[in-house]
């Protein structure tokens, strides 16, 4: 059973267009993350969030924002997407008062602005 | 919190000990040291994590110095499967907000 699963693993869109991306954890954690990874291969945190609060990175633009139906999904919508929104972008869960639990996260979603 | 300094890449024979270092010269107290690795094209992926003593688990050992300003992950016997960007990371336990992935070191399995 895979743990953290996004669709789509692959998205190509045009400049302008609003797309969202999916993530599910079968986990039963309560803090989900979107990570960013760009093409220097840097990852970085975009957002956190448990059903107390939502942590975003200052840096992230507010055409990102993180929709959380359910404690188990945290879906990203991007609007207007823009060339350099191009990247790997990464789902990841985890417990925070789980003795020897870490973050895992899901195998990406690669999307390509043209 | 603290950052890490990773080599950017290491050459490991098949079969052979890979011992990956890291420095985290101002890692205070409540920190851990935690280590990942991401193999291409897939999600980074969870390998050890320590406070101040050693670890080991099924997938490889952890080794702290005692005043902790440094780390060594070891794969006892690295297989091709290896070759992947590993992570070193100083963070709080449970407050994953505060990860920081630095540019991490590239090893390369070779036969």
């Known amino acids: 059973d895979t743990a953290v699963s996004q669709t789509p693993k692959y998205l190509v869109t045009q400049m302008g267009n609003d797309k969202s991306i999916k993530c599910e954890q079968n986990?039963?954690?309560?803090?989900m993350y979107w990570y960013k990874q760009d093409s220097k291969k840097f990852l970085k945190i975009m957002f956190s969030y448990n059903n107390k609060e939502l942590i975003i990175n200052e840096t992230v633009p507010n055409r990102f924002s993180p929709k959380s139906p359910d404690k188990a999904h945290l879906n990203l919508h991007i609007n207007s997407l823009e060339l350099g929104d191009s990247a790997v972008y990464f789902c990841?869960?985890?417990?925070?008062?789980?003795?020897?639990?870490?973050?895992?996260f899901g195998e990406g979603s690669w999307l390509t602005v043209v | 919190d603290a950052k890490t300094t990773q080599p950017t890449s290491m050459d490991c024979a098949e079969g052979r000990a890979a011992n990956l270092p890291c420095n985290h010269s101002t890692i205070s107290g409540n920190e851990y040291v935690y280590w990942y690795r991401q193999i291409h094209s897939q999600g980074p992926q969870y390998i050890i994590h320590?406070?101040?003593n050693n670890e080991t688990n099924e997938m490889a050992s952890l080794i702290i110095t005692e005043d902790r300003k440094s780390s060594t992950l070891i794969l006892p016997h690295a297989t091709l499967r290896d070759t992947a960007v590993y992570y070193c990371?100083?963070?709080?336990?449970?407050?994953?907000?505060?990860?920081?992935f630095g540019s991490g070191t590239k090893l390369n399995v070779k036969p």
């Open positions: 986990l039963g954690h309560d803090t």
């Open positions: 320590g406070l101040k």
């Open positions: 990841a869960s985890s417990q925070e008062d789980r003795v020897g639990n870490t973050i895992y």
């Open positions: 990371i100083a963070g709080p336990k449970y407050n994953f907000n505060k990860f920081y």
